[in-house]
């Protein structure tokens, strides 16, 4: 088992009112799993995403995820939970703009220490594979935004992930480069990498192994 | 990662060049003003540190009472001490400096600050000869010291030794030595020195091996470990205070200055002039430092207003596995790259600017950039400044929550603005200060310039007697007496300028036996008080015959003391230096000294003889004048040429280093606004940036350009005048203080508060409004379809 949400509450107080993002959630993901997450904006598919990442807090509730328990780690330790197992892909692809796609690939290695010898081999790697050695040297701005989506999944995988979570990594693509985006989850989850992504389509969820339904917060 | 970290630096640099010149021009001035600074720092606190025994060499200096504190001391005393007091291992005496006619080559010319010494003197003093030999340069009466500069000028080599330089048209002295160049940090500058033996011949201080006459520098050469401490020192003085009272009436105590103090921590009569002063060195160094801060306020604050474009960058690293010390130090090298480029561009600002500084601060700085030491000093100052700069920006920076910023636009939370608005506020703290500080300094300057001394300091010039002029004041009177144009003169023994003369010898009836009064005194003719334009109290003036009957003319100030009303005073009978007389005249208190010291009682007696003759022009007519003394000198003393001062110029020049101070003082404050102001400007233009929307929705909505100015400076405007509150206080009691310094002063008044304010908040206003306008003017429609 990867990881395991038990009774996940999260809300927000809001004029004395208590508003729930995230109402009892029970949910467990095991290695190697394709789950797509859908709902109506609002439903709170975003946060639970976050709340899988560690980079949101829950306020009840268990979190474990590789028989760690995160609810009780302290942030720094948290941090390097999901620094180590974890690739995040964005609707907004967020890479860096003053960085080239190279730079941009190298950056997660940076943080977590690599030689440098080791760091080139491993970008030559990615850029290799995922074809886009001739478009090392240029800035995110200067690439489409299907390429721009390539960096960041690959850069998302650099560090090779247990975890992949996309936030409708899809979502500002276009019908083509969207299929081909989803393709590519598809391969890399053959390849025994677990992913979780939010979507708003039928179609993108359908590439997933098991499908969740968010309403105001709850699992339905 | 370090070079990763440069690499991005250098790409943020580069792309933003508006901002990184914003902080590259401010924090480079900054550093700019504090090399100076410290270059000047550096050099006055060098003074004398070239002596090899500098350690050992106190200078004794004679305290009468509070108000009278002299550098002087008796020749017999400095001579005997080292015979009586076993650690002291030698003395040497300086005389008072003189200005004297040399005779080299045939050419002649006037020499000020020249000075007799022992022969011991380069023993103690560390002035190397190139010629000569130290040991016997001063022994012979006939033999003379000269600068390396002074020989090359008047006998056009350094090999000067046995050439001859006949003295005031007198005697004749050979070259024993010529010095090296005369470090400008040194307290003793001088081109001439002149054997004590050739002095002795005359002086019947050094004849006599008097003890209790003042007219002699004396500098005391103590053994190694004699002094370690204060407590050594105390008991050193005690012991010669001892020795003292038991050779003399007088009761006067005696203090050993430090040599390599003289320079900055003297406050004493009768010094040797140029001195510096340690409060104005310490005011420089916090100016230094406060300008360097406000610089770096500058940084944070631009860093910390667009800290909004960087909260992705930051949310995105560390989603990545970046740590938070990752970030900060990234955030720092920014900041470092930053400031190393500023201080490549201090160091061109400093080589630009230091010829106008050393204009405005009198003095010889280089720069030299090849020393380590400059080179550790200005990695420091870098290093500190990117730090301490960096830091803000890289704390608040790395704090972000990352899924807060990559949802959208970051909303900067109160405590970030309001620590950016004490930023904002101190610097203009700073700003309004040393505005305030420029206006007193400039007001206590020009009320210097115009006060009333008693006198009326304009049109009067004065020649000093030199050569033959001595034994035919009588013909130089006729002559001055027969022309209209200079019958207007007195002859006098001193100036009211500086008076350096102080007597406790004078009795009054009912004096307190105990008393001890010092009182300073002048030697004048009957016009005195004509010429000078002073106003006589009551009685009159000398006559002619004052001298005979022992006349005396005191002040107002000398009245009081012998506990007399001004008007009763006529008749008294007073006995100074053993002359029984009366007093005639109660004359206005009148400044006599240099306005940091208040009037003390003034004792005239009549004499026609003096050392100076002063002559009242008539005015529009100084040329006339001038050619008419010309005539008259020529003819009386043609082996002299004429020499003549201004009395209101050289009044002046006893200010110069208040009026140093003052402008030095005014370029800082004027380069603390800019700066601030370069900060203020970058600081509205992302305020401007931030509320582009607001801006544009108000516009749509009928708001017009002058509203919409005043929306955006008004929040500005507040921080400047909370700054201008807070600095009042500050600014009252730092003036204080320092117009405490004169005995003289005026008084602060609540108009330079309120210009400092009218002037800062008009630059910073001006600044703001810039950013506004442009704003306020542009199309709304773009700044509302951005979005």
Not at chain 2, 49 to 59: E, L, P, S, V, W
Not at chain 2, 63 to 74: G, L, T
Not at chain 2, 122 to 141: K, S, Y
Not at chain 2, 756 to 771: E, I, P
Request: proline fraction near 3%.
């Amino acid at each position: 088992m990867l990881l395991q949400l038990k009774n996940i509450f999260k809300w927000v107080n809001s004029g004395g009112q208590r508003i729930f993002l995230l109402k009892d959630i029970n949910l467990e993901v095991q290695e190697g799993e394709f789950i797509s997450v859908m709902g109506p904006s609002g439903s709170g598919k975003s946060t639970l995403l976050n709340v899988i990442g560690m980079l949101d807090g829950f306020d009840e509730g268990e979190y474990t995820f590789l028989d760690e328990p995160v609810h009780s780690l302290k942030e720094k330790h948290r941090a390097n939970l999901y620094k180590e197992y974890i690739g995040f892909v964005f609707q907004q692809y967020h890479l860096l703009d003053d960085l080239t796609v190279k730079e941009n690939l190298e950056m997660p290695l940076l943080y977590k220490k690599f030689k440098g010898t080791e760091r080139r081999a491993m970008v030559a790697d990615m850029l290799d594979r995922f074809n886009i050695v001739g478009k090392k040297d240029l800035f995110p701005t200067q690439l489409s935004g299907g390429q721009q989506q390539l960096v960041g999944i690959a850069r998302a995988l650099i560090s090779s992930p247990k975890l992949i979570l996309a936030d409708e990594p899809t979502g500002n693509l276009n019908s083509k480069q969207g299929e081909e985006i989803m393709e590519l989850f598809k391969e890399l989850n053959q390849e025994g990498v677990t992913i979780i992504q939010v979507t708003h389509s039928e179609k993108n969820a359908s590439y997933g192994s098991r499908i969740i339904n968010l309403l105001d917060g709850r699992m339905i | 990662m370090l070079k990763n970290n440069l690499k991005i630096a250098w790409r943020n640099f580069i792309q933003y060049k508006w901002y990184s010149s914003l902080n590259v021009g401010g924090l480079a001035i900054g550093m700019a003003c504090s090399i100076l600074i410290l270059l000047w720092v550096q050099n006055e606190s060098s003074y004398d540190t070239f002596h090899k025994n500098g350690d050992q060499i106190y200078r004794l200096t004679a305290i009468a009472n509070e108000d009278f504190k002299a550098a002087v001391s008796p020749a017999g005393m400095v001579e005997e001490l080292p015979n009586l007091i076993p650690e002291m291992v030698s003395s040497v005496r300086l005389s008072l400096p003189f200005e004297a006619l040399f005779e080299a080559d045939g050419q002649k010319f006037k020499e000020s600050s020249v000075y007799f010494a022992d022969s011991n003197f380069l023993d103690v003093f560390t002035f190397p000869l190139i010629e000569g030999n130290a040991g016997n340069a001063l022994l012979p009466p006939n033999g003379i010291l000269i600068t390396e500069e002074w020989s090359r000028k008047y006998f056009g080599t350094t090999n000067a030794l046995g050439k001859s330089i006949k003295v005031d048209n007198n005697d004749v002295f050979t070259v024993t030595g010529v010095l090296g160049t005369i470090p400008p940090n040194s307290h003793l500058q001088f081109n001439i020195v002149m054997p004590m033996s050739y002095y002795a011949k005359t002086h019947s201080d050094l004849i006599n091996k008097v003890w209790d006459n003042f007219n002699f520098y004396g500098y005391l050469q103590l053994e190694e470990n004699a002094i370690t401490s204060a407590d050594d020192l105390s008991k050193m003085e005690e012991k010669i205070n001892e020795l003292y009272a038991e050779r003399s009436e007088f009761d006067i105590t005696f203090n050993l200055q430090p040599l390599k103090d003289i320079h900055l921590r003297s406050n004493l009569q009768i010094d040797i002039p140029g001195h510096g002063n340690i409060q104005y060195v310490n005011i420089f160094l916090i100016v230094a430092f406060v300008i360097l801060i406000v610089a770096c306020i500058n940084y944070m604050n631009l860093a910390t207003a667009r800290s909004s474009r960087r909260a992705k960058e930051v949310g995105l690293r560390k989603v990545i596995g970046a740590g938070r010390h990752q970030l900060v130090l990234q955030f720092l090298s920014e900041s470092l790259l930053i400031s190393l480029c500023s201080l490549i561009v201090a160091i061109g600002l400093v080589y630009l600017l230091l010829p106008v500084f050393n204009n405005l601060a009198q003095k010889e700085l280089i720069f030299q950039i090849g020393e380590p030491k400059i080179w550790i000093t200005l990695g420091a100052i870098a290093l500190m400044t990117g730090l301490v700069s960096g830091s803000y920006p890289a704390l608040f920076l790395s704090g972000f929550r990352p899924v807060k910023v990559l949802k959208g636009r970051l909303k900067l939370s109160k405590y970030n603005l309001f620590f950016r608005n004490g930023l904002v506020v101190s610097q203009f703290v700073v700003s309004v200060l040393l505005l305030i500080g420029t206006l007193v300094v400039y007001k206590q300057l020009n009320y210097i310039k115009d006060k009333n001394l008693g006198f009326n300091k304009s049109n009067l010039l004065y020649l000093p007697m030199e050569g033959e002029m001595w034994e035919k004041i009588d013909a130089l009177k006729t002559e001055l007496a027969q022309n209209s144009l200079t019958k207007d003169f007195s002859i006098v023994s001193d100036l009211p300028a500086n008076l350096e003369t102080g007597d406790f010898d004078i009795q009054w009836d009912g004096k307190d036996p105990n008393q001890q009064v010092l009182f300073p005194s002048i030697r004048a003719d009957e016009r005195f008080l004509d010429v000078f334009q002073m106003t006589l109290l009551h009685g009159r003036g000398f006559t002619k015959s004052s001298f005979e009957n022992n006349d005396y003319v005191v002040n107002e100030t000398a009245a009081k003391i012998m506990g007399l009303d001004v008007d009763k005073a006529i008749g008294k009978s007073l006995t100074f230096r053993g002359n029984k007389g009366v007093i005639v005249g109660v004359v206005q208190d009148f400044n006599f000294k240099p306005l940091q010291y208040n009037i003390e009682p003034l004792v005239m007696s009549h004499n026609g003889y003096g050392a100076y003759a002063v002559i009242r022009t008539l005015p529009n007519s100084t040329s006339n004048t001038l050619s008419v003394l010309e005539e008259i000198y020529s003819s009386l003393n043609p082996a002299y040429p004429l020499v003549y001062n201004f009395m209101d110029a050289s009044l002046d020049a006893q200010y110069k280093g208040e009026q140093q101070m003052g402008s030095i003082f005014n370029v800082f404050a004027l380069l603390a606004i800019f700066i601030s102001c370069m900060g203020l400007y970058g600081l509205s233009a992302f305020m401007v940036e931030q509320r582009f929307k607001e801006i544009g929705v108000r516009k749509v909505l009928g708001a017009s350009a002058i509203r919409l100015v005043n929306m955006l400076s008004r929040d500005f405007m507040k921080l400047v005048l909370l700054a201008f509150v807070l600095a009042t206080p500050l600014a009252w009691i730092a003036m204080g203080r320092w117009l405490r310094d004169f005995a003289f002063h005026i008084e602060i008044q609540w108009w330079m508060f309120a210009l400092a304010m009218v002037g800062s908040l008009s630059v910073a206003m001006a600044t703001v409004s810039f950013q506004a306008f442009r704003a306020a003017r542009a199309n709304p429609i773009k700044s509302l379809r951005t979005e």
